[in-house]
Each structure stands twice: as structure tokens, then as C-alpha cells.
């Protein structure tokens, strides 16, 4: 059973920047797609980037579009969640996850399995 591993969180002002990684092991993250979702407080679990093993293909929620930027390196085994101008609104737990099987909605959590323990990201003046 593959493990993914969440890190690079943290606090930083409005309009600042991070970069999130997640670490793989026991699998390869260019034999699967990879999930990032974020858990804010009170709110649910939701899907807003995702790297494919279909051709490298990326998706972005719409809230993150032209903000975020999910990039793989095959030879460390991460992915990488780059954020850049981030909001208060983006404030949540960041999680990264594999489909369970090849049917998945990049959108939708319950698709996925092998959370992390997740990275907290706090955006606040």
C-alpha cells in the first residue's frame, strides 16, 4: 500500500506564496494521478488541483485557477502544489490523494484514497 506525505505549509500574509509537497512512497507518482484537496474549518473536504497520468494533464477549481500551479518531479517522487497570491479564503488543511480505481472526479474526494496527514496552510495579516 502506497503512502503519500503532505509538507511545506504554513502562515503567510495575503497575496504571499508556498509551495506544497507531497511525497510518495511505495509507488512511483508518474504511474498515477494525483489529487490536491484542501479541508477548511467547518467546511467540506474539496478537490482543486489534480496532475494526471492521462498525457500530464492538469485540472484547477475554478477558485484556484491562475493562482495555483501543480507541477510532478518523477525523479524526487513528489508532487508540488505552487501557490501565488494567495487569500484568506484559501486558509484549510491541504491533502493530496490517488483514485481509487481509473472512474475519478478531481473534484470529488470520496473518489480518492492514501491521504496524507495533511499540511496546514494559514493565510491571515
Known amino acids: 500500500q502506497g503512502q503519500l506525505a503532505e509538507s511545506g505549509g504554513g502562515l503567510v500574509q495575503p497575496g504571499g506564496s508556498l509551495r506544497l509537497s507531497c511525497k510518495a512512497s511505495?509507488?512511483?507518482?508518474?504511474?498515477?494521478?494525483i489529487g490536491w484537496f484542501r479541508q477548511a474549518p467547518g467546511k467540506a473536504r474539496e478537490g482543486i488541483s489534480c496532475?494526471?497520468?492521462?498525457?500530464?494533464?492538469?485540472y484547477y477549481h475554478d477558485a484556484v485557477k491562475g493562482r495555483f500551479t501543480i507541477s510532478r518531479d518523477a525523479a524526487r517522487n513528489t508532487v508540488y502544489l505552487q501557490m501565488d497570491s494567495l487569500e484568506p479564503d484559501d486558509t484549510a488543511v491541504y491533502y493530496c490523494?490517488?483514485?481509487?480505481?481509473?472512474?475519478?472526479?478531481?473534484?470529488?474526494?470520496?473518489?480518492?484514497?492514501?491521504w496524507g496527514q495533511g499540511t496546514q496552510v494559514t493565510v491571515s495579516a
Open positions: 490523494a490517488i483514485p481509487r480505481t481509473e472512474t475519478y472526479d478531481c473534484e470529488e474526494p470520496l473518489f480518492f484514497t492514501s
Open positions: 511505495g509507488f512511483a507518482v508518474d504511474s498515477t494521478t
Open positions: 496532475f494526471t497520468n492521462r498525457a500530464g494533464n492538469t
